[in-house]
C-alpha cells in the first residue's frame, strides 16, 4: 500500500495546510457590524426602488440631474451556487439606446456597470442625462439613493414590459 501524495512530499502536506487555513480565514466575516452596513452613505439623503430590472423588457429609467448617485440591493434570490454575500453587477446606458443583447450576448449601448454587494451602497458617477438600467439575475431589486444637492427625477421602475409600462415620474431629492 502507498502512501498518499501527501505523506511522501512535505512541501504538498504544508501547500494543502496553507490552502485550507486561507479558505477558512477568507470565508470568516467579521458580522459585528453587519447592523450598519445598510446605513446611508449620507445622513440626508432620499431613496427610491427601481423595481426589479432584469431584461431588455424589463428595465428601469431615471434622469440624473446632478450627482453622484448610490446604487443598493434590497432583495435577492439568489441561485445554489451563490456566495453570500451575495452580488449582481448593474449596467447603465442612454435611454436613447434601450438596452439590447447582441448575439454574443452583451450590450453594445452599455456605456457603465457597478457592482452592488449585499447591505452595501454603490456610489457611481453618471453625467446628468437619462439612463436605462439593468441587474444581473432574477430577483435583484434595485434601489437609487441621492445624497447632498443630487438629484435624481422621471424614475420609472420596472415593469413587465417597457412597452406595457406607466411612467411613475417620480423625482427624488434630499
Known amino acids: 500500500m502507498t502512501d498518499p501524495p501527501a505523506l511522501r512530499c512535505p512541501r504538498l502536506a504544508r501547500l494543502l495546510w496553507v490552502t485550507t487555513l486561507a ?3 477568507v470565508g470568516c ?3 459585528s457590524e453587519s447592523a450598519d452596513r445598510r446605513r ?3 445622513a440626508d439623503g432620499s ?3 427601481l423595481g426589479n430590472p432584469n431584461s431588455q423588457d424589463r428595465f428601469a429609467s431615471f434622469e440624473v440631474v446632478r450627482g453622484p448617485v448610490w446604487f ?3 432583495s435577492w434570490q439568489p441561485g445554489i451556487l451563490d ?3 451575495y452580488r449582481s453587477v448593474i449596467e447603465l446606458g442612454p435611454l436613447d439606446k434601450p438596452p439590447v443583447h447582441d448575439r454574443n450576448g452583451n450590450i453594445p449601448s ?3 456597470r457597478t457592482l452592488v454587494v449585499e447591505d452595501l451602497w454603490s456610489r457611481s458617477e453618471l453625467r446628468p442625462g437619462s439612463y436605462w438600467l439593468l441587474a444581473g439575475g432574477p430577483g435583484v431589486g434595485v434601489e437609487v439613493r441621492t445624497c447632498g444637492p443630487a438629484r435624481v427625477r422621471d424614475i420609472r421602475e420596472a ?3 417597457r412597452r406595457a409600462g406607466t411612467p411613475q415620474g417620480a423625482s427624488l431629492t434630499p
Do not use: K
Open 110 to 112: 452599455r456605456t457603465a
Open 83 to 85: 456566495l453570500e454575500p
Open 72 to 74: 443598493g440591493a434590497r
Open 159 to 161: 415593469s413587465t414590459s
Open 29 to 31: 466575516v467579521d458580522t
Open 40 to 42: 446611508s452613505p449620507c
Open 23 to 25: 479558505t477558512v480565514l
Open 47 to 49: 431613496v427610491v426602488s
